[in-house]
């Protein structure tokens, strides 16, 4: 199975647009105003990976003066005409210059490390965060945990890909979205919570805190496996220093 990055593909990026936080997408949004609200001081953020937006104007609606960056043409076209007073920037994979040395408060990846092929390549792109990261800022990753690729959620599919209960780390597993009309099975690529350790020990990062959300009986949703398992992991880590 080959991988590519399959947002940046112009009908993706239309059906990515319209999706907002419904179904098992509401667990992964649900906890990061709290979060941020513990661990974060200061309104400046970047938002790594913004693809369609909606996580940069998450940020926004949240009160933070916030930046998005992606490699997809397609994906920042969107975001872009969906918030036309917005500031989205195209940059090149791994090449933060266009943002002249600014620092935030928070760095956002929302789902980005999840389609970043090669240890040592992650690696170069968390410490060019790491780099654009206040003395006392937080980097905040969002990312599907091994489990959302082998069970059956209310917004995904996984039951037609039984190779994914083998993948390894860093290989190739598939999975489909119920929420949107395209039917595209997505590419991602695995990665194990051991993994994370160790790209936060190789680029200068210590890791705050670890949330594995899961879904309550309360929430307006028909969980399937979201109360039990946790689907998203997200990750707040902090310069060694700070």
Known sequence: ?????????????????????????????????????????????????????????????????AVGIDISTSMIEVAQAADPYGKYDLIPDGDFNILDNRQFD????????????????????????????????????????????????????????????????GEAVQIVMNDIPDSRPVVDLVWFHSDYLSLFDSCGLKLIEHYLPLGRADEPYEWLTETSVAPWVIYVVARESA
Do not use: Q
């Open 106 to 169: 928070l760095i956002l990846s929302a789902f980005a490390f999840d389609n970043i092929p090669g240890a040592d390549w992650r690696v170069n792109l968390l410490s060019g965060l790491g780099n654009l990261l206040k003395s006392d800022g937080r980097i905040v990753i969002l990312g599907s945990t091994p489990d959302i690729y082998t069970h059956e959620w209310t917004s995904f599919t996984t039951k037609d890909f039984p190779r994914n209960r083998n993948a390894k780390s």
């Open 1 to 65: 199975m080959s991988f590519s990055n399959v947002y940046n593909d112009e009908h993706r990026a239309f059906a990515y647009s319209k999706l907002e936080f419904p179904g098992t997408y509401y667990l992964a949004f649900r906890d990061l105003p709290e979060i941020f609200a513990r661990h974060v001081h200061g309104r400046s953020a970047l938002d790594f990976g913004c693809g369609a937006g909606r996580s940069t104007r998450f940020l926004k609606k949240l009160g933070f003066e």
